[in-house]
C-alpha cells in the first residue's frame, strides 16, 4: 500500500508524529489487514515504531539509532489514547527539573495501578503506581511534540525518598537532592508535605539535615509534628532493631548513607 509512506510524511509535515491503526485505516481507506501490512513494512525498514499495540510513531532520521521516538515526545498522546491520568516522576522528573546524578535507565512515569514496561527500540518507558496521584502538584514541561506533566520540584523530592528502590537507593537519592534542592519552593514543599504520607516527611527531612539544608528542613518540620506519631525507619526494608535514633525526625537511622557520595 504505497499511500503508508505518503501518509505518515502528511503527518509529518503537520508537526504530528503519531497515529493510531484506527487512524491509519480511515486515512488509507483499506481493509485493516492490508493496512496492517503496510504498516508492519514501515516498521521494518525504520519509519515508524509501535510503543504500544495500535499506537504508531513516526521516527524522524535524527532518532533512527533510537528505533523509537525518545519516550518525553510520545508518551503524553500515549497516556490520553489510553485515557490515562500520568506525570513523570522520580530520576526522569528530577533530570527534568536540572537534577541528574546519573542519567535514568528508563523513562519514569506515575499512574495510579501497576502496568507493564514498554520497550520500543532502545527506549525504556518503567511505570509506577500511586492510588492517589492526582493529588501530586505537577508542572508542564515543553517537549518537541507538545506539554509533558511533570512532578513538581517538591514532588519529586518526596517521590524520591518515598520511592527509592526505584531510583538507585538512598545513597543515590541523597546525591540528587543538593541539586533539585536549588528549584525548591520551601512553602510548596510544606504544602506537599501535608499532602504525602509522613514516613516520607521525615525521611526527607533527615537527607536534608544531613546535606546542610537545615533551613528547608526547618520549614517541613512542623508537618512531622503534627503527623509523626510513630517511628519510621529510614530504609522501610531493614529492621529498626537497635538503629540509633533521630529525634528530631521521628526516625530510627537503620543505614548509612555515604556521605562522600553527597556533593553540593
Known sequence: MPGAARYILELAGRGRRHFTTEEAVAALGGSIP???????????????ADPFRGFHVIVPPEYRRLRCLPADQFVPHLMQHLGLV??????????LHGAAHHRPQAFQVMVETNRR???????RVQFIARRDLEATSVVEKKTPRGLLRVASPEATALELVGYADQCGGLDNVAALLPELVEVVDADRLAAECDRSPVAWVQRLGYLLDQTEHRGLADKIL???????HHVAPLVRARSRSGAPRDHRWRLAVNATVEPEQWSR
Open 117 to 123: 514496561p514498554i520497550e520500543c527500540g532502545e527506549v
Open 222 to 228: 512542623p508537618s512531622v509534628g503534627r503527623r509523626a
Open 86 to 95: 500520568y506525570y513523570v516522576a522520580l530520576l526522569s522528573a528530577a533530570e
Open 34 to 48: 492490508a493496512v496492517r501490512a503496510a504498516l508492519r513494512r514501515l516498521r521494518a525498514k525504520g519509519d515508524i
